[in-house]
T-cell receptor, first 114, second 112 residues
Framework: AQSVTQPDIHITVSEGASLELRCNYSYGATPYLFWYVQSPGQGLQLLLKYFSGDTLVQGIKGFEAEFKRSQSSFNLRKPSVHWSDAAEYFCAVGNTGTASKLTFGTGTRLQVTL | GAGVSQSPSNKVTEKGKDVELRCDPISGHTALYWYRQSLGQGLEFLIYFQGNSAPDKSGLPSDRFSAERTGGSVSTLTIQRTQQEDSAVYLC??????????FGSGTQLSVL
């Protein structure tokens, strides 16, 4: 069965600092991978997705993620964090061909200090 | 509508009562999903509707949970004989063929 692990429950970074959120997945074939963000009082919003091709994918709000098959990872990065990035971030994996039935990780809550 | 709409936004009920949660997906989206988000947990898949195909009910935690989607649009998630462990945020999402999910703001269910 597919699964997603987000080892960091809570991360605090200073505004302007770089950010990396970790995501490891377990899936037998080539996965469909996603990062979603949930801001306070708002619904989940897709940041980026990986289906195939270039392993470094660019998303909205300056985020990027790199698919590393050898490490079963899909870490999310941002070079310079803004205070408005404070939110909960979820990594998810989907079945190839049925990418929308997603298995989500438990999330990482990002706090940004000024 | 402009987005996925869920109602009610908050529901408080007594243990043993039945509840119905409603989801209006984005017009034209063929796929509709229900997820459950509990405190400290990730999002738990419940059920998935795709067009006229039989729904994927593999995530429903017990036979107290059921869902239907009428006319390929509005969906209702029903929880019978609610238990305290059913307390959670119930999220609905819809998608078109590009696999991007659009989520509603959820229904916060509290079972006393």
């Amino acid at each position: 069965a597919q699964s997603v692990t987000q080892p960091d429950i809570h991360i605090t970074v200073s505004e302007g600092a770089s950010l990396e959120l970790r995501c490891n997945y377990s899936y037998g074939a080539t996965p469909y991978l996603f990062w979603y963000v949930q801001s306070p009082g708002q619904g989940l919003q897709l940041l980026l997705k990986y289906f195939s091709g270039d392993t470094l994918v660019q998303g909205i709000k300056g985020f990027e993620a790199e698919f590393k098959r050898s490490q079963s990872s899909f870490n999310l990065r941002k070079p310079s964090v803004h205070w408005s990035d404070a939110a909960e971030y979820f990594c998810a994996v989907g079945n190839t061909g049925t990418a929308s039935k997603l298995t989500f990780g438990t999330g990482t809550r990002l706090q940004v200090t000024l | 509508g402009a987005g996925v709409s869920q109602s009610p936004s908050n529901k408080v009920t007594e243990k043993g009562k039945d509840v119905e949660l409603r989801c209006d997906p984005i017009s034209g989206h063929t796929a509709l999903y229900w997820y459950r988000q509990s405190l400290g947990q990730g999002l738990e898949f419940l059920i998935y509707f795709q067009g006229n195909s039989a729904p994927d009910k593999s995530g429903l935690p017990s036979d107290r949970f059921s869902a239907e989607r009428t006319g390929g649009s509005v969906s209702t998630l029903t929880i019978q004989r609610t238990q305290q462990e059913d307390s959670a945020v119930y999220l609905c999402a819809s998608s078109d063929f590009n696999e991007k999910l659009f989520f509603g703001s959820g229904t916060q269910l509290s079972v006393l």
